[in-house]
């Protein structure tokens, strides 16, 4: 049976907000470890994560294990006038945040804060389902697809890593055309790479 695009969100969506807080805590550690031994990270200063939401794997460690290791964390804010844009905004522990209109927290819109998606080193990418090609299902919206539109167009800038619990892979997406496909994400167990994608 060929499920539709809208027919995998729901039924992966449904599966990890299944998941216990518990069963969520192990994986966000168990996440850190799998992203500590990433040869990306090492180089990379100034890099773009998100607050996990919707059963999404806890991104809070990791953000956590970052800090520790003296990197810049930036988060995603709906840009205000480029509809299904986004901006990235420094973010720290004492960083102001405000519920967006999709209520997820977000940084407080502050000029001084943004860092230009070309300046960022590396953008972990939230998805709702993935497959053994890389293709990564999102939330409808397009607005990763648009942020690593220049990544897939000529491979510059900020290099997108998915992350995912291992419960959101499937074997193969419904893809369409504007889709941008991952070349790496990072689930509790293990990496996936495509170095076709690299």
């Not at 992966?12 to 994986?27: D, K, V």
């Not at 607005?143 to 619990?165: Q, V």
Request: proline content about 7%; glycine content about 6%.
């Amino acid at each position: 049976m060929n499920l539709s695009r809208q027919e995998f969100r729901q039924q992966i969506r449904q599966q990890r907000q299944q998941l216990s807080a518990q069963f969520q805590q192990q994986s966000g550690t168990l996440l850190v470890e799998q992203c500590a031994s990433l040869s990306e990270l090492e180089q990379a200063h100034h890099i773009a994560l998100y607050l996990n939401v919707d059963g999404e794997i806890d991104t809070k460690p990791l953000i956590e294990w970052l800090w520790q290791q003296g990197k810049q964390v930036y988060l995603p804010v709906i840009h205000p006038f480029s509809k299904g844009h986004l901006l990235f905004l420094h973010y720290q522990p004492e960083t102001d945040m405000v519920l967006n209109q999709y209520r997820i927290f977000e940084p407080k819109l502050n000029q001084t804060l943004i860092k230009p998606t070309q300046k960022l080193d590396l953008i972990f990418t939230p998805l709702v389902g993935f497959d053994s090609f890389g293709h990564r299902l999102g939330m409808g919206g397009g607005y990763y697809d648009r942020t690593l539109e220049p990544w897939f167009n000529n491979k510059c800038g900020a290099k997108p890593i998915g992350l995912a619990h291992d419960c959101q892979h499937v074997s193969r997406l419904p893809i369409e055309s504007w889709d941008v496909p991952l070349p790496k994400i990072v689930t509790p167990s293990k990496i996936w790479q495509w170095e076709s994608h690299a």
